[in-house]
Nanobody, 118 residues
Framework: VQLQASGGGSVQAGGSLRLSCAAS????????VGWFRQAPGKERDFVAS????????TYTDSVKGRFTISRDNAKVAVYLQMNSLKSEDTAVYYC????????????WGQGTQVTVSS
């Protein structure tokens, strides 16, 4: 499975960005796709996930109500719509995928930089 993340950029606080994660290769319906982020000097943290079968989603508390994870079945792509961005959202964002049960993020895309200026 290959994952291609895109859509990062620079935005002012309060703005919006939409990240995309395109999957190719042997992507299975029992997969989970997640977004993670890593700020400078910090560990990589979970942001949101979506189970391909059923479409259930999970978010970390700090992004609930601001970020939305969604998918396009035909394109085998997952999106992260980020609204009301804050400076603390600045990080490199990664998409990852793998079997959902148990959750195993076996495949990772390259990161895409998101910079939010206040």
């Amino acid at each position: 499975v290959q994952l291609q993340a895109s859509g990062g950029g620079s935005v002012q606080a309060g703005g919006s960005l939409r990240l995309s994660c395109a999957a190719s290769g042997q992507f299975f319906s029992n997969f989970i796709v997640g977004w993670f982020r890593q700020a400078p000097g910090k560990e990589r943290d979970f942001v949101a996930s979506l189970k391909w079968s059923g479409g259930s989603t999970t978010y970390t508390d700090s992004v609930k109500g601001r970020f939305t994870i969604s998918r396009d079945n035909a394109k085998v792509a997952v999106y992260l719509q980020m609204n009301s961005l804050k400076s603390e959202d600045t990080a490199v964002y990664y998409c990852a995928a793998g079997p959902a049960d148990p959750t195993t993020y076996a495949y990772w895309g390259q990161g895409t930089q998101v910079t939010v200026s206040s």
